[in-house]
Nanobody
Framework: QVQVVESGGGLVQAGGSLKLSCVAS????????LAWFRQAPGKERVFVAA??????SAKYADSVKGRFTISRDIPDISLQMNSLRPGDTAVYYC??????????????????????WGQGTQVTVSS
């Protein structure tokens, strides 16, 4: 049984930091990728960052570049979030894709590409 489990959400003041973790298990993701998405109340789920299984390549949404860092620490991935803003408040979801043929053309921002999803973890940034 495939499981994707997030942890590390919470409440933080603007300008602060949080680190999220995700573990994907139950099948092989050795040729795939893991990603973070977020969904604010009343809004669509949007891409945050993605990393290949080896941890050598990453993609980021423009809104988080320079503030968030995705990294691979087998079997986990983590999302280090610095300089947090109230606009970063959302439920953060980890997603897993089993196979990526070409990282350079991988449309990491499309949620329909991912095979498996976690239940989400709440991040709240107060002003």
């Amino acid at each position: 049984q495939v499981q994707v489990v997030e942890s590390g959400g919470g409440l933080v003041q603007a300008g602060g930091s949080l680190k999220l973790s995700c573990v994907a298990s139950g099948t092989s993701f050795i040729n795939g990728a893991l990603a973070w998405f977020r969904q604010a109340p009343g809004k669509e789920r949007v891409f945050v960052a993605a990393i290949d299984w080896a941890g050598t390549s990453a993609k980021y949404a423009d809104s988080v570049k320079g503030r968030f860092t995705i990294s691979r620490d087998i079997p986990d991935i983590s999302l280090q979030m610095n300089s947090l803003r109230p606009g970063d408040t959302a439920v953060y979801y980890c997603a897993a894709e089993r196979f990526v043929s070409d990282w350079s053309t991988f449309r990491a921002w499309e949620p329909t590409i991912y095979d498996y999803w976690g239940q989400g973890t709440q991040v709240t940034v107060s002003s």
